[in-house]
């Protein structure tokens, strides 16, 4: 596990106020702070009932920079590196290669724009299509809505209409 931490001080400010304050160099005093903070850390986890395993100190053992260089062998891998050499490829002539150009932007014309070109042609032919029929569409519906509407209209005036006659004659 990875635990970015904080450093968060309890002190007070210059007016005696309880405060908490980011402070590294009054939170890291101890030659030890960061093996206390994992104790403290390991200890509140498994207080709180989670299962957590600490690394095993045994057996590092902790080398000082010559030692490891010598481990390392680090002296000769320094002059393993600074003795090869790097071969870079010749670089063709700037003729030789306008050669190899000619009829190139021709071919990429016949074989992949020309194609490519018709195929976006024919989708934006069908894409107008497809438009233009729903377009057709919305306007059939907008005018079903608007007879819908009047139907319903007419239906309720024969009801009026029907209500009054039935009112009228037995007046």
Not at 32 to 45: G, P, T, V
Not at 52 to 66: D, F, I, P, Y
Not at 98 to 104: A, D, F, Q, S, V
Request: proline share 2%; charged share 35%.
């Amino acid at each position: 596990m990875h635990l970015v931490f904080i450093p968060v001080v309890h002190t007070t400010d210059k007016k005696g106020n309880n405060i908490d304050k980011i402070a590294c160099s009054e939170f890291w005093k101890e030659k030890d702070s960061y093996r206390i903070l994992q104790d403290n850390f390991f200890e509140f986890m498994v207080s709180h009932n989670f299962n957590l395993e600490r690394g095993l100190e045994n057996g590092r053992v902790h080398l000082s920079v010559e030692d490891y260089k010598k481990i390392t062998d680090f002296e000769k891998t320094k002059a393993t590196i600074q003795d090869i050499e790097l071969d870079l490829p010749e670089i063709p002539n700037i003729k030789d290669f306008n050669k190899l150009m000619i009829g190139r932007d021709e071919k990429i014309q016949e074989l992949i724009i020309k194609p490519k070109d018709k195929i976006i042609q024919k989708l934006y032919e069908d894409n107008r299509t497809l438009n233009y029929e729903i377009v057709k569409q919305i306007n059939l519906v907008d005018k079903a809505e608007r007879y819908e509407k009047e139907r319903k209209s007419i239906l309720l005036e024969n009801v009026v209409n029907s209500t009054y006659s039935t009112i009228s004659s037995k007046i």
